[in-house]
C-alpha cells in the first residue's frame, strides 16, 4: 500500500524552478530516505507532504488524501497522523522538556492533565530520555538529547507517519549510530512510516529501505542502496563514489 504518492511535483520559488515532475512512492511500514544535492529541495519535498509548502503543479497523497486539495478540517485531521521532527530540533526554549512533549496534547486533545503526564513519561521512555530529563530546558541539554526530546514529541500524538529532517546531523557518530537505532527499533514497536532526509551514508546504508535522490530538478534514483550502482547522475557519481569502488 502506497502512504504517500507523489504525482509529476513541480515547485518553483519566484522565477527557480527546485522540482519539475517529480514521481515517488512510500510504502507502509518503510523507512524511506530523500537525498540530493545541496538545494535540489529534498526538505521542500518533506514540507510539501506535510502541508507546511504549497506545490506548484502535480499532487501530492498522504494517507489517500490529496494534501493540495484537502479541506481545512480534514487537513488539521490529517496532521494528527503524522510526527515531524525538524533538524535543529525546533523546541520552544521557553518550555522544559516535559512541556515541549506535552504541547500537542494540551493543543488538540482533551485529555486530562494526569494523562498528559502519563503519556509524556512514556514518551521520554520509548526514547530513551530520563524521568529527570523532563525538567530540563533546551538551553540545559546536549544535541542529542535535543533531537531524542523533538522525536518524542512528535511522537506524542501516537501518529502513524514520521517525518525526520537530518535526523543524525550535528551527532557524533556514536550518537548518531545509537539514534539510527532508535529509529529502526520505534519503527518495529509503533508500526511506523517512517520518511526521513539525510546526507548520512551509514543511515542511507543500515536504516532506509528505499530512497529517492532528487537530482537536477528529477527523481535521478528511486530504488535501494543495492540498486544504486546501475543508477547514474552527477550527485550519485560524487556522493556514492568511495562507496561503490570499495
Not at 42 to 61: A, D, F, N, W
Amino acid at each position: 500500500m502506497d502512504v504517500i504518492r507523489v504525482e509529476n511535483v513541480k515547485t518553483v520559488f519566484g522565477k527557480k524552478v527546485v522540482h519539475d515532475g517529480l514521481f515517488l512512492s512510500v510504502k507502509e511500514r518503510e523507512i524511506y530516505g530523500l537525498l540530493g544535492p545541496s538545494g535540489c529541495g529534498k526538505t521542500t519535498l518533506m514540507r510539501e507532504m506535510v502541508m507546511l509548502e504549497p506545490i506548484h503543479s502535480g499532487s501530492i497523497y498522504v494517507l489517500g488524501e490529496n494534501v493540495a486539495k484537502i479541506s481545512e478540517k480534514k487537513a488539521q485531521k490529517l496532521r494528527e497522523s503524522w510526527g515531524v521532527l525538524f533538524q535543529f530540533g525546533a523546541l520552544f526554549s521557553s518550555l522544559n522538556i516535559a512541556e515541549n512533549i506535552a504541547r500537542p496534547l494540551v493543543e488538540y486533545t482533551t485529555l486530562s492533565k494526569k494523562t498528559i503526564e502519563e503519556v509524556v513519561a512514556f514518551k521520554l521512555q520509548l526514547v530513551g530520555l530520563k524521568p529527570s530529563d523532563a525538567y530540563l530546558y533546551p538551553s540545559q541539554i546536549s544535541g542529542g538529547m535535543k533531537k531524542k526530546a523533538g522525536l518524542a514529541r512528535a511522537l506524542a500524538m501516537d501518529p502513524k507517519l514520521l517525518f525526520l529532517d537530518e535526523p543524525t546531523s550535528g551527532l557524533d557518530p556514536i550518537s548518531a549510530r545509537e539514534f539510527d537505532r532508535l529509529i529502526l527499533q520505534l519503527r518495529e514497536l509503533l508500526g511506523l512510516t517512517i520518511v526521513m532526509v539525510s546526507h548520512d551514508i551509514r543511515s542511507i546504508k543500515d536504516t532506509m529501505d528505499r530512497f529517492a535522490i532528487i537530482d537536477n530538478k528529477k527523481i535521478a534514483y528511486e530504488g535501494d542502496y543495492a540498486g544504486i550502482a546501475n543508477a547514474k547522475s552527477d550527485f550519485i557519481d560524487t556522493f556514492f563514489k568511495e562507496e561503490n569502488e570499495q
